[in-house]
């Protein structure tokens, strides 16, 4: 008798390590009550868990990317071309691009010998960061890549297929210390207080068309939108169901991509839901018309800004690392017009928010002045006026606004400028 009780008093605290309430956890504290839901109305952000999770090698699914910020693993994305990658939009909507590489061919987060530069953020012109509507962006970085058994983009599932089957959803989060699966634990400057995981993991899923437990949103006066998926499973179902809860983590149907993964009340916890992913056949159009506009230009269009990002880089760093920094001196002709580049002229006929690094720098009035441009240049184009007409009215627009030089040491490193129209640039 005394032996039963043990085995059951272990069975029970084993049972309470597993599912602890959400609320002890000082990273979640904030997004769900005492009773294990989110809050009424909240839209539960993802906790970045891996529960029971596959280790699985890059060449099984290399399609998948790691996004890296400042050199460490932020989130996962998902190769659609040989230089965009679509991830959610939430993680990436105020990160500097500047800091942002994406690393190809890995199966662990922390590896990697070539760092690609990002040099455009296009994020969806709908999205909106409390209801995670339109939670979609891409990223165009300057390197093309070369295909190999490790790195091939995957295709978008057909928009009028329907969706049924067994599926699989991959990428990097956080040890799971719930069993016997090897971990080898990775600290992280944006997640300080969980232990990363660096090794590829893939849960599989089934799909159908009547998830029941998807309704559990409603209940809780949260809703599921247009262009949101909900699949997977929920714990009162089976409390052994595995589940991986990583931003942008691709959902994969048929070797086609049917979603990335953007919300959703899961995974760990007592209450699990089915997760939310942001569904490739609502925004076929969007994503197809933008890869499109994209291929029109080449990397020699892109060569002055992939300069200008790397210069960028390159003078931070210099900033920080210098023992003592140089002395200012006078510079003349310090403000010069926003000039209208040949690739703002494609740039303007994406869907979306397009970002590059002169949205970044001189305390975001460049992205003030850029907007200004591109709307001038929108109405032009509505206007089917010529070209050289289109430079001339976004040059008349910019002389109503005084701008600084595209990159410049001084202003990069932060030295104040003084008014001189009578000066020459560095």
Request: glycine share 6%; hydrophobic share 35%.
């Amino acid at each position: 008798m005394c032996k039963i009780f043990l085995l059951l008093c272990i069975s029970k605290y084993l049972t309470d390590v597993v599912w602890s309430n959400p609320i002890e956890e000082s990273s979640n504290a904030s997004l769900f009550d005492v009773t294990g839901y989110p809050l009424t109305g909240d839209i539960p952000l993802l906790n970045r868990k891996i529960f029971r999770g596959t280790r699985v090698n890059v060449r099984e699914h290399p399609y998948v990317v790691s996004i890296r910020r400042n050199g460490g693993h932020y989130v996962t994305g998902t190769l659609i071309t040989k230089n965009l990658v679509l991830t959610v939009a939430h993680p990436i909507e105020d990160v500097p691009i500047q800091e942002l590489r994406v690393v190809t061919g890995e199966s662990y987060s922390d590896r990697g010998t070539s760092l690609l530069s990002v040099i455009i953020i296009l994020i969806h012109q709908d999205f909106d960061p409390f209801t995670l509507v339109a939670d979609i962006c891409i990223l165009r970085f300057f390197e093309d890549i070369i295909y190999r058994s490790s790195v091939k983009s995957i295709s978008l599932v057909m928009p009028q297929m329907t969706l049924s089957g067994t599926a699989f959803v991959t990428g990097w989060g956080r040890c799971d210390f719930t069993g016997n699966e090897l971990c080898l634990p990775r600290t992280s400057q944006y997640y300080p207080d969980e232990k990363i995981d660096p090794m590829l993991r893939s849960v599989p899923l089934t799909i159908n068309s009547q998830n029941h437990y998807c309704e559990g949103y409603k209940l809780h006066g949260t809703d599921i939108g247009k262009g949101m998926l909900c699949a997977g499973g929920a714990r009162e179902e089976n409390s052994a169901y595995p589940c991986l809860a990583v931003p942008g983590a691709p959902l994969v149907l048929g070797a086609k991509l049917v979603g990335i993964l953007s919300w959703g009340f899961g995974c760990g916890f007592q209450h699990d839901l089915p997760l939310i992913y942001t569904s490739t056949q609502y925004y076929t159009s969007w994503i197809t018309h933008n890869i499109v506009m994209f291929r029109t230009l080449s990397n020699n269009d892109f060569t002055q800004l992939f300069q200008a990002t790397k210069s960028c880089v390159l003078l931070d760093w210099l900033s920080r690392t210098r023992i003592s920094m140089p002395l200012s001196h006078d510079h003349s002709n310090v403000y010069k017009e926003l000039q209208l580049m040949k690739f703002d002229e494609k740039l303007v006929m994406l869907q979306g928010r397009p970002y590059d690094i002169r949205d970044y720098i001189y305390e975001t009035e460049f992205h003030n002045k850029k907007i200004l441009l591109y709307e001038e240049v929108k109405k032009t184009l509505e206007e089917k006026l010529s070209k050289a007409e289109i430079i001339k009215n976004a040059s008349k627009l910019l002389l109503l606004h005084k701008v600084m030089p595209f990159l410049s040491n001084k202003s990069l490193l932060g030295v104040t400028y003084e008014d001189n129209d009578n000066s020459d640039d560095d």
